[in-house]
């Protein structure tokens, strides 16, 4: 899933090592910034006395990944937005202080994009769930619709006919 409005956007969450088991339960929300480094790698090297290395660029101790010149746009995380299968519901969870950091413009548009992903990944989880139980509910579909509620059984009639639809 990918959002964007203005300066904010929700996005897969990116990891350096092992991601968590709930990866797919998991967004994170971002603000959009001009990346002062675009495209300027021979500069640094010619101009700044950076010495490539590889991958890398160095100088005094320090050094750079060269992937931080290639885009115009740079982004920091937010908050991560988690969704809990137990409880369906998704927890925001804020780093720090930065959604208070945002201009009132950005704070508007973080809400704005908050409840774009909750309501996303929440059906997204759920349409999964539907998905990796598919056999059960065509199962209670076959033995029980005469017994089922009425709008029970057209959700599993629909479902059927989705599902056949697709093969």
Known sequence: MKIRIDNIGAQPPTYLGNPPEDVDK????????????????????????????????????????????????????????????KEEITFLETVGERVLDLSLEDRETFFEVYALAAKKLAKQHKIYQIEEHRDEYYDIYIRDADELDYHIYEIIKKMKTHHEDQN
């Not at 500069?43 to 890398?56: F, N, P």
Request: charged share 30%; hydrophobic share 35%; net charge negative.
């Open 26 to 85: 998991r967004v994170v929300i971002v603000k959009f910034f001009p990346n002062g480094k675009y495209d300027k790698l021979q500069e640094y090297i010619d101009v700044l006395g950076w010495e490539d290395d590889g991958d890398y660029i160095r100088k005094n101790m320090c050094s750079i990944h060269k992937n931080c010149f290639e885009n115009k746009e740079n982004n920091i995380v937010i908050a991560d937005l988690i969704y809990n299968a």
